[in-house]
């Protein structure tokens, strides 16, 4: 029954995948999107987030550019090579990106990059930015602009 449920929830709700090392901050994104309307499968690593988009094909992509410059380049090059994830947004999350490391991901295939620390209102924003086409519930309105 259980699973049932799970699966009517992934099913009925808009997916997000967030592959996020730090487990706080990864309870914290979880929390938030799913206040967004989002169903959440989350990972620690960029090899299980693979996995879980092609399996998945989810909405929207998390990636959080900590775990390493090299392999959100080698991730990104991943996403947009499988024909079922080439064309998922991928918003980057990641402390110490210059307006270089953000113009090099958005030249590679990324939808967007914000920086740590942020606001959940910018990431939120930039989330419904790339999606527009999304029913989101407005967090804005909620939380106050």
Same mark, same amino acid.
């Given at each position: ?41 989350? $990972?620690?690593?960029?090899? $299980? =987030? ?22 959100g380049h080698g991730i990104l090059y991943a996403f947009r090579s499988q ?12 402390e110490n990106i210059t307006d270089n490391i953000h113009q090099e991901l ?5 939808? =967007? ?13 930039? =989330? ?11 967090? $804005?309105?909620?939380? =106050?602009?």
């Open positions: 029954m259980l699973r049932h449920c799970l699966s009517f929830a992934l099913n009925s709700m808009k997916k997000a995948l967030l592959i996020e090392q730090d487990s706080d901050l990864r309870a914290s994104l979880t929390m938030f999107l799913e206040l967004a309307n989002f169903a959440i499968v989350d $990972t620690q690593d960029s090899v $299980t =987030g693979l996995q879980q988009a092609i399996a998945l094909q989810p909405e929207l992509i998390f990636f959080d550019l900590d775990i390493s410059l090299a392999e024909s079922k994830t080439a064309n998922i947004p991928v918003i980057f999350i990641g958005l030249n590679l295939g990324a939808s =967007g990059c914000i920086g740590k620390p942020f606001n959940f209102i910018e990431l939120f924003r930039l =989330g419904k930015k790339k999606l527009p086409e999304l029913k989101l519930i407005d967090l $804005t309105d909620l939380m =106050g602009s």
